[in-house]
C-alpha cells in the first residue's frame, strides 16, 4: 500500500487467499494505475479486474491453470486436499425419528 501511495494512487489492499490480494479504488483512473502497479511486480502472473484476466507484457496466458495452481497451493500448504468425489459426507445421528416399534 505504502509503494502505491508514494506514487500517487490511493488503494486499499486486502490478502483475500494466500497470493491473492484485492485493491480496492475510488477514483477516476485509478483502475489504470493499478494494474501498471501489479505488473511491475515480478511475481505477478496475473491480474484481473471485471472478471477478466490480464497478463504482464509479453505474455498471453498464466503461468498455470487452475488446476495445476490448486495442486500447488496444496504441496505449500495453502489450501486443504480436496476431498475425493465419490465420498459421501457422513450421516448424522440422533435427533431423527424414532421407528415405530422404538416407541
Same mark, same amino acid.
Given at each position: 500500500?505504502?509503494?502505491?501511495?508514494?506514487?500517487? $494512487?490511493?488503494?486499499n $489492499?486486502y490478502?483475500?487467499?494466500p497470493?491473492?490480494?484485492?485493491?480496492? +479504488?475510488? &477514483?477516476?483512473g485509478?483502475?489504470? !494505475? $493499478?494494474?501498471?502497479? $501489479?505488473?511491475?511486480?515480478?511475481?505477478?502472473?496475473?491480474?484481473?479486474?471485471? #472478471?477478466?484476466?490480464?497478463?504482464?507484457? &509479453?505474455? +498471453?496466458?498464466?503461468?498455470?491453470?487452475?488446476?495445476?495452481? !490448486?495442486?500447488?497451493? %496444496?504441496?505449500?500448504?495453502?489450501?486443504?486436499p480436496?476431498?475425493?468425489?465419490? #465420498?459421501?459426507?457422513?450421516?448424522? !445421528?440422533?435427533? &431423527?425419528k424414532k !421407528?415405530?416399534? %422404538?416407541?
Open positions: 500500500k505504502g509503494m502505491m501511495e508514494n506514487g500517487g $494512487v490511493n488503494a $489492499v490478502a483475500v487467499d497470493g491473492r490480494m484485492l485493491f480496492v +479504488t475510488q &477514483g477516476a485509478l483502475v489504470g !494505475k $493499478v494494474k501498471e502497479f $501489479v505488473f511491475q511486480q515480478e511475481e505477478t502472473d496475473w491480474w484481473e479486474y471485471q #472478471s477478466k484476466q490480464y497478463y504482464p507484457p &509479453g505474455r +498471453t496466458k498464466a503461468l498455470m491453470d487452475n488446476d495445476e495452481r !490448486k495442486k500447488a497451493e %496444496e504441496k505449500l500448504g495453502w489450501r486443504q480436496a476431498a475425493p468425489k465419490d #465420498s459421501k459426507p457422513p450421516k448424522k !445421528k440422533g435427533k &431423527g !421407528k415405530a416399534e %422404538e416407541l
